[in-house]
């Protein structure tokens, strides 16, 4: 159980393009999504959070109109990088609490490179 | 605000040897501390977690890991280790239900010597 996928595991794209990064609770609600960044050889850093039906929480620094989060449904939530240049270049992990969790464990998800040509 | 330190940014262990990877923390309120375990290229694997009750807890893959409220402390165990455990392993904490937002720390890559 506590599954999290995360669509596309990787992708390559040119200077001042879009990208949309999926992720989903796959056999659990999460009314909460977390989204964090994080650099080669360095921790993760959350990004912002998630909440189903919403406008996310971001932490102080990370630009809410270049990182759009949209949380739709109690099972996805999505985050575009907008005109993504190669400083975005990153690795991306979504986490999800269980709704039905207590004690607000996070479940990971195996996370999205993204390279920015 | 809370903070979590891993004392140790790397720690190369002779397999089948015993394993301890230091954390500790600071905050001013009771907080729920992880451990994570993240192999190459992959997102955050729950390896164990200690919410209240026993300071002991174990976890998957044979680990474990004691809470020591004194010392502020939550290091990570294993007695025997294997190849398969070489990864990076995060600390982290939260102030728990209804504040679910994870600090964590740097980091501790394990690399076990065959």
């Known amino acids: 159980g506590a599954v999290v996928s995360q669509h596309p595991s990787w992708v390559i794209c040119k200077s001042g393009t879009s990208v949309k990064i999926e992720c989903r609770s796959l056999d659990f609600q999460a009314t909460t999504m977390f989204w964090y960044r994080q650099f080669p050889k360095q921790s993760l850093m959350l990004m912002a959070t998630s909440n189903e039906g919403s406008k996310a929480t971001y932490e102080q620094g990370v630009e809410k109109d270049k990182f759009l989060i949209n949380h739709a449904s109690l099972t996805l939530s999505t985050l575009t990088v907008t005109s993504a240049h190669p400083e975005d270049s990153s690795f991306y992990i979504c986490?999800?609490?269980?709704?039905?969790?207590?004690?607000?464990?996070?479940?990971f998800g195996p996370g999205t490179r993204l390279l920015v040509l | 605000a809370q903070s979590v330190t891993q004392l140790d940014s790397q720690v190369p262990v002779f397999e089948e040897a015993p394993v301890e990877l230091r954390c500790n923390y600071s905050s001013s309120v009771s907080v729920y501390l992880f451990w994570y375990v993240q192999y190459p290229n992959q997102g955050l694997q729950l390896l164990l977690k200690?919410?209240?009750?026993?300071?002991l807890v174990k976890g998957i893959n044979g680990f474990e890991a004691e809470f020591n409220k004194s010392q502020t402390s939550f290091h990570l165990r294993k007695p025997s280790v294997h190849i398969s455990d070489t990864a990076e392993y995060f600390c982290?904490?939260?102030?728990?239900?209804?504040?679910?937002?994870?600090?964590f720390g740097t980091g501790t890559r394990l690399t076990i010597i065959p």
């Open positions: 982290a904490v939260s102030r728990g239900f209804g504040n679910e937002k994870l600090t």
């Open positions: 200690y919410l209240s009750g026993s300071t």
């Open positions: 986490s999800a609490r269980d709704r039905s969790d207590n004690w607000g464990t996070q479940y």
